[in-house]
């Protein structure tokens, strides 16, 4: 039974079961079987499939154009406390019925921010030990808390890049507290998106001084999570811009060597979401290939963009070729480092149905569902891999391996192009490899 709340805010939807691909019920997984095992782990271990508190239960179809088209039963109490109770039991009535067993917050998302920060700070805790509660009865678990340092009016010259030193130390108040809560509801890790850590213009902005108390302001988190028992991961995700001009986080390979110029590598990792790799003129497997490499894929932030325009819609994931080259690298990678797969997606402004948000995340798991199906079998009955290995062959072994291995210097390189006369034009075979994705999709 889903219901955990003591009201039912979906009525009239049960929970969503896998029925398989030739299924009719709309309301049901065609391809997402939880407890298949693919590659050797099950699909529900493989995702940690996790709902976005701030999308599904808080955004109400508004754009900057248009009021909201959505409203909310559990928005309807006056009274902040009430309402976020209202919110957290319609939240774990949705993630229930769905079967899914995360989901991740911003620290305002759980209650409304208080007028002061100690207000805010007491509520949270209201809030935290409500939830507390709900998730010792359901078993929902949260993949990761983080701190909305963006939405309020004093961040608009940023955060932990502010060149004011109290909104810096206000933006720390806050991301202690979206940690603690982190912590109270045993989150697994925590997130830092900075939305508005960047610049709108260089002519202001000492960029070397923001980045230095970007860091300085990383590290001390970290310290503060740490010496609090937080044993989670941290990660980045990047975002090349949008509010800002230009963000600091602007891609993978950016926030790597942020964090290695900061000494931060340890304890954080990489949460890359499709639209901000696309926004990034990259694309998703890009991404995950970029911090795969580095041993940085931590987790994933699930949806898709338009290719007709240029800002972050935030769409669910049906790209069934996007996902699938993006499984190979997950497979391949061994998979996420203690995140999971969050839709940090939401439904169109014009769905206005109670039942558009089940939809949304039936279609978004199946999506992965197909995609890891897809690459899993392109790995072990293909041959994608050996044609793949082949391109690199000439380093496996003779002067190539020992080029590998730092046994050559520029002069031996000399030497050798000194005897070869034949180069051979290789093929990339590119085609071929595009026919066998198609092949097995
Ligand atoms: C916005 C980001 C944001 C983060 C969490 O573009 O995706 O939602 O995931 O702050
Ligand atoms: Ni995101
Ligand atoms: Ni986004």
């Known amino acids: 039974m889903a219901l955990i709340g003591n009201r039912e805010y979906y009525k009239g939807i049960g929970d969503i079961n896998f029925e398989g691909k030739d299924s009719s019920n709309p309301l049901a997984f065609k391809f997402y079987d939880p407890n298949l095992v693919v590659a050797g782990k099950t699909l529900r271990e493989h995702f940690k499939f996790a709902v976005a508190y701030w999308h599904s239960f808080c955004g109400q179809g508004t754009d900057p154009f248009g009021l909201p088209t959505q409203s909310f039963l559990w928005d309807s109490s006056k009274d902040p406390l009430q309402a976020a109770k209202d919110k957290a039991d319609a939240a774990f009535e949705f993630i229930t019925k769905m079967g899914f067993e995360y989901f991740c917050f911003h620290d305002f998302d759980l209650i409304q921010e208080g007028s ?80 508005r850590e960047g610049y709108m213009s260089l002519l202001n902005t000492d960029m070397k001084r923001e980045l230095d108390h970007l860091g300085q302001f990383l590290t001390i988190s970290r310290d503060y999570a740490r010496s609090q028992g937080f044993k989670g991961t941290f990660f980045i995700e990047p975002k090349p811009m949008e509010p800002t001009k230009h963000q600091y986080d602007f891609d993978t390979a950016t926030a ?135 391109r690199y062959k000439t380093f496996d072994s003779g002067k190539g391996k020992e080029f590998e291995n730092g046994k050559l210097n520029l002069k031996d390189l000399y030497d050798i192009a000194l005897k070869s006369k034949d180069y051979k034009l290789t093929s990339g075979k590119q085609e071929m490899f595009e026919n066998i994705l198609n092949q097995f999709i």
């Open 116 to 195: 002061t920060m100690l207000e805010s700070e007491k509520r949270l805790l209201y809030i935290s030990d409500y939830i507390s509660e709900k998730q010792k009865k359901s078993g929902v678990k949260v993949l990761w808390g983080t701190a909305n340092c963006f939405a309020n009016p004093i961040y608009m010259n940023g955060a932990a890049t502010n060149p004011e030193f109290n909104i810096l130390a206000r933006a720390g108040a806050q991301v202690k507290l979206a940690l603690d809560t982190t912590i109270a509801l045993n989150g697994e890790n925590y997130v830092f998106w900075g939305g």
């Open 256 to 390: 790597i060597g942020f964090l290695k110029e900061y000494g931060l590598e340890k304890d954080f990792k990489i949460n890359i979401e499709v639209n901000h790799a696309t926004l990034a003129q990259h694309t998703f497997q890009h991404e995950l290939t970029v911090a795969a490499s580095s041993g940085m894929l931590g987790s994933i932030d699930a949806n898709r963009g338009d290719y007709q325009n240029g800002w972050d819609t935030d769409q669910f994931p049906n790209n069934l070729y996007e996902t699938t080259e993006a499984m190979l690298v997950f497979l391949q990678s061994g998979g996420l480092q203690g995140g999971g797969v969050n839709f940090d997606a939401k439904i169109r402004r014009n769905s206005t149905d109670i039942d558009d948000i089940f939809h949304a995340h039936i279609g978004g798991a199946d999506n992965f569902a197909r995609a890891i199906i897809n690459a899993d079998k392109i790995l072990s009955s293909s041959k994608y891999l050996e044609l793949f290995e082949n």
